[in-house]
């Protein structure tokens, strides 16, 4: 929707307490979801008594909170049957191909490791060995290493034990690693939160790699940036790092990801491989 499209002020209004709600850690007190919502108790209150009839709030009795109700719920359960990752990150990543100039794809873990099934040319052309269905290395490429860094631990040994992997970009540069680099490597993405690859597994290439995680906190996709390493800036702190790891970011949010809700349910981010 367009900014100068007419719309419902009051619908608008009453949204602020629902985000309120989802952002907040728990139940809340009025005053406390007016204060977050930006608003007066006063004006509040009308808001959630109608959200309350729809099943969109509810307060329990005894402590007088109000927490989101079973309509907001089933909203959010078909919101997350009807997303797809990949559809949601191409939106997103063609913009982000606009802005860097360089070329984009996106990778999910297949049965071989993490395959490319989206490309998106940048102005600064390529030539590598990659395309839709390309296999990259889960140790040697910019790619793997963010799957290495966040998959589940027993996920990534027991597929590096089975030696199914055919990757069709980085096999080589893989094999040169030593298991002390490949953990520094894996450390280093989780420190960070993208992988990095400057002419290697490809001379005169260069990558950043950035994870997308879903509404579990589980990893569903890599957004990897690449190009000619005369065009393509790979400071940690440069504009393609920073501008692929809010792309990546925004995509998550899109899926429903909360870092904080993440941390509090225990779920994993990665362990040693």
């Known amino acids: 929707m367009t900014s100068d499209q007419r719309g419902i002020q009051s619908v608008e209004v009453g949204g602020q307490l629902l985000r309120a709600l989802a952002d907040g850690d728990g139940p809340m007190m009025l005053r406390d979801l007016a204060r977050n919502a930006g608003m007066s108790a006063a004006k509040a209150h009308p808001y959630l008594v109608s959200f309350m009839r729809i099943g969109l709030v509810e307060q329990d009795k005894a402590s007088g909170r109000y927490e989101l109700g079973s309509l907001a719920l089933q909203i959010g359960l078909a919101s997350m049957r009807r997303l797809d990752p990949v559809r949601v990150a191409a939106g997103l990543v063609a913009g982000l191909v606009d802005r860097i100039g360089q070329t984009a794809a996106l990778a999910v873990w297949g049965n071989h490791g993490p395959t ?9 052309a390529i030539h590598v060995n990659m395309r839709v269905g390309s296999v990259m290395s889960l140790l040697g490429t910019a ?15 027991t597929f590096l034990d089975s030696g199914v992997g055919r990757a069709s970009v980085g096999d080589d540069a893989a094999g040169r690693m030593t298991r002390r680099q490949v953990e520094a490597a894996v450390a280093e993405v989780r420190e960070r939160g993208l992988a990095r690859a400057v002419g290697s597994p490809i001379p005169g290439v260069n990558a950043f790699s950035a994870p997308v995680f879903d509404q579990a906190g589980s990893i569903a996709l890599a957004i990897t940036a690449i190009g000619p390493a005369g065009t393509f800036d790979a400071a940690w702190d440069g504009p393609i790092a920073r501008d692929l790891l809010a792309c990546a970011r925004t995509v998550s949010a899109r899926l429903g990801h909360s870092p904080r809700a993440s941390r509090q349910a225990g779920v994993p981010q990665g362990g040693p491989i």
């Open 116 to 124: 490319v099934v989206r490309i998106e040319e940048g102005a600064s």
């Open 143 to 157: 790619t793997g290493r963010v799957f290495a860094a966040f998959l589940p631990p027993k996920l990534i040994e």
